[in-house]
């Protein structure tokens, strides 16, 4: 047997595993490290962060992504390096956090890669006849595992793509095994780039989870803040709090056939950019409109499109726990509008199910990793968009 393969079944067979999970989301404001302790799998799956920490990007990295993120043409050969120097930078940040926290390489199990989204083509979006649904995530698992001398598991949603699946979201997977609990109803929501939510039955019957893509999070509100501000993002909604919303604007953000699409669903920000705003603003009349009205309404977009997918799927009494994560539940303006939309609902952080809500989205490609390593495809029925099936590619580091 292969010296590495054994290594991998070994440490695959361990009652406790150490797994770094990535995440570099379309916010691009770093890499989320989180080093995971974990024993167990499917139902029985325990997970503790040890670590965590959001290694910087510097301007130049985050200026050499935004060249080739989210357009569909682009400099062929900068892709071509780029998927290299992504993984170069990923693990350099993650050599630098396992000296700062006083671990060895060799005492790392398995990194759990989520890589760059670059772009993501649902046939939703794109409506090319004959072409299936696509996304595309650069940072080579190859490059990890040598430079950091582990091994490592990567590109995880082309077997969701090739098993029927959109390539998002895969929160539900993670969100199952960590935060279902009997008797109690969850909406699990990440306010990331886009917002996505899964539901958690208190039956925990995985044939009962829903999960799904809604709309627009913070995308369009930092690519205007960085366009208009030079700032990275409206820091505790500052901007948006001194303006005022415009109806006529928000009701032609809110006029996309994407809103009238069924769930299971997905999208990013090949649709929800500055030019879908800039249309927005033509069909509005509100083009001369102040820019703090501008992200005020934008914040409004943000909250009502979140309120209305919790409402379509259960109704405007819905009286759901909601456990928010990501970037968007540090927006003060946006949630207040989130809990005056639904007011029935109560509305928690993942800290309160201990699990960090800034390093959730990391955790969870650990515990996707260690499904594919130690578990089984969890059955999630026959539904469209949920395929029941294990994902990501290992790489050895020789």
């Excluded at 167990?40 to 060249?67: N, Q, V």
């Excluded at 995985?206 to 709309?215: K, L, P, Q, W």
């Excluded at 009701?251 to 249309?279: H, I, R, W």
Aim: net charge negative; charged share 20%; hydrophobic share 40%.
């Amino acid at each position: 047997m292969n010296h590495q393969i054994e290594k991998l079944y070994t440490k695959a067979n361990k009652q406790e595993r150490l797994i770094i999970g990535l995440m570099s989301g379309t916010s691009m404001d770093g890499l989320d490290i989180a080093l995971c302790k974990v024993s167990g799998s499917g139902a029985e799956t325990d997970i503790k962060i040890l670590e965590f920490k959001t290694g910087e990007f510097t301007d130049d990295f985050r200026a050499k992504i935004k060249a080739i993120f989210s357009k569909k043409e682009v400099d062929l050969q900068l892709v071509c390096l780029m998927n290299e120097h992504i993984a170069d930078v990923h693990a350099s940040l993650i050599n630098r956090a396992l000296k700062e926290w006083g671990y060895k390489n060799d005492e790392i199990d398995f990194i759990a890669s989520h890589g760059q989204t670059i772009f993501h083509a649902p046939k939703s979006l794109h409506k090319i006849t004959d072409y299936p649904n696509g996304t595309l995530q650069i940072g080579d698992g190859d490059h990890i595992a040598v430079k950091t001398g582990i091994i490592t598991l990567s590109d995880f949603r082309q077997k969701h793509l090739a098993a029927g699946g959109e390539g998002a979201p895969l929160a539900v997977y993670g969100d199952y095994l960590i935060f279902s609990k009997k008797g109690e109803n969850r909406v699990m929501l990440n306010i990331g780039g886009i917002a996505n939510f899964t539901y958690l039955p208190g039956t925990l019957n995985a044939n009962e989870i829903f999960s799904t893509d809604v709309g627009p999070g913070n995308t369009i509100m930092d690519q205007y803040v960085q366009q208009h501000y030079n700032l990275f993002y409206d820091k505790n909604a500052a901007i948006a709090s001194s303006g005022t919303l415009n109806k006529p604007l928000l009701s032609a953000l809110l006029s996309c056939d994407f809103f009238e699409v069924e769930f299971p669903k997905t999208t990013g920000p090949e649709l929800f950019n500055l030019e879908y705003l800039l249309a927005a603003q033509r069909q509005s009349s509100a083009e001369n409109i102040s820019k703090e009205d501008v992200m005020a309404t934008l914040c409004h977009f943000s909250a009502e499109t979140i309120a209305n997918a919790i409402q379509r799927c259960f109704g405007n009494d819905a009286a759901a726990q909601v456990f928010m994560s990501g970037g968007g539940m540090h927006n003060p303006l946006l949630v207040s509008l989130l809990k005056a939309k639904l007011p029935y609902s109560t509305f928690l952080t993942t800290d309160d199910l201990n699990i960090n809500p800034d390093a959730k989205e990391a955790v969870l490609f650990a515990v996707l990793a260690n499904e594919t390593l130690c578990g089984n495809p969890i059955n999630f029925g026959e539904r469209q968009g949920v395929p029941s099936i294990c994902m990501g590619k290992i790489s050895l580091p020789k």
